[in-house]
């Protein structure tokens, strides 16, 4: 059987060959320190778990939702006034995702036609360059440098690039490199795709995840973001429910619709308890989620700064749950090193290679282990001989 052309977009899941040789070395019985997927590891909150366990005891929310709810869409609306200090968010400007992963997989269906450019951030989240090939566009790939400390520089795009421009992605703070925007830098990215007439499209799923007594907010605190701008916002890293998958586009009400359009072709719409339980989370005491940040510095703070102490310079990271660090002196190959460092010290990290081309020289991350554990992974590097 010949198979879709399609899949010839992807290369291979890099994803799936580290893990293979994580279980390998797990069926050995050794000691092992999973820094690699980006899942929290904190519990979801009680309200959130029992606003979901009350309405699945309800047999008519097992049916097909076929839209989003009412109140689920104001709750969203009334959070960006909560949360962000942004007034105007209507219902009309906001749609639910199984995950933003989802939202920006489809998107560049919904949105591009064949031949036409995307600005992309490189390194970025590999579902970046998913979404735009699958909607048949062209990826131009916009350099996030270490002299720029990993942010967008819009004025390094050439003009004739951005004229011919549709969609501009964006992810601040940003996985994999965390950084961390500023209201300066917001609004040089809104005058740009302002005077280019291109869609700026903000990935906003680290929001609450900032180090070091920043604030990071909602593009649309951006004066005439949204003329421009469209902004996914999730609940999964926030309030610890990745694997509920509950996220929202939020902006422009024609892309809206444009989305909610395609939606309708392939979806009956949220599971209406995972509604009610985002509904939760929206609508519930954010003190937690505030506490939570501080303890993410705290694993910052001991990936990073362990590391440097046995001689492996890695900087800080400034926001998301990610630590981006230059491979060690001796190490070309990202790819080689994440398996050296599975079999050496039992640590598993990701190949910057995986994040676009300018990744490579790098690896990621994940702040997903308790403070103690992540001191272990920086002991176990340390005698493994790596650095």
């Not at 309030?239 to 809206?256: E, H, K």
């Not at 994440?338 to 990744?359: H, N, Y």
Request: hydrophobic share 45%.
């Amino acid at each position: 059987m010949e198979f879709s052309k399609r899949l010839e977009l992807f290369g291979p899941e890099i994803f799936a060959a580290l893990n293979d040789r994580f279980v390998e070395q797990q069926a050995k019985g050794r000691t092992l320190y999973n820094l690699s997927v980006g899942t929290p590891d904190f519990a979801p909150f009680a309200h959130i778990k029992q606003a979901l366990l009350d309405a699945a005891a309800v047999d008519d929310n097992w049916k097909y939702s076929l839209r989003d709810l009412p109140e689920l869409l104001q709750a969203v609306c009334d959070y960006y006034a909560r949360r962000f200090g942004v007034e105007g968010i209507t219902p009309d400007m906001v749609m639910s995702f199984s995950g933003s992963q989802d939202g920006i997989g489809h998107l560049g269906m919904a949105l591009c036609n064949e031949g036409d450019l995307v600005l992309l951030p490189d390194p970025c989240y590999p579902v970046f360059m998913t979404g735009c090939l699958l909607g048949g566009a062209q990826p131009w790939y916009y350099k996030l440098t270490k002299q720029n400390h990993f942010l967008p520089d819009p004025d390094a795009i050439p003009a004739d690039v951005a004229q011919r421009a549709k969609l501009m992605l964006v992810s601040l703070p940003a996985n994999p490199v965390g950084s961390v925007g500023s209201p300066a830098l917001y609004a040089r990215l809104v005058a740009f795709c302002k005077k280019y007439d291109i869609l700026l499209v903000h990935d906003n799923a680290y929001s609450d995840i900032v180090f070091d007594g920043a604030v990071c907010n909602s593009l649309f605190n951006t004066p005439g973001a949204r003329d421009v701008g469209i902004e996914f916002f999730s609940l999964s890293k926030s309030f610890n429910v990745t694997g509920a998958r509950l996220s929202f586009l939020v902006g422009r009400a024609d892309v809206i619709a444009a989305c909610k359009k395609l939606r309708t072709q392939i979806d009956f719409g949220k599971f209406l308890p995972l509604q009610y339980a985002a509904i939760a989370a929206l609508t519930g005491p954010l003190e937690p989620v505030k506490e939570q940040c501080k303890v993410y510095q705290a694993r910052r703070d001991a990936l990073c700064g362990g590391l440097r102490a046995i001689g492996w310079p890695v900087p800080d990271s400034h926001g998301s749950m990610f630590v981006w660090a230059p491979l060690p002196t001796g190490h070309t190959n990202s790819m080689d090193f994440c398996m050296e460092l599975i079999d050496k010290a039992g640590v598993l990290c990701t190949p910057g290679s995986s994040f676009g081309p300018s990744g490579e020289g790098y690896v990621r991350f994940a702040l997903t282990l308790p403070q103690e554990k992540i001191a272990e992974a920086v002991a176990a590097i340390a005698a493994s001989g790596m650095v």
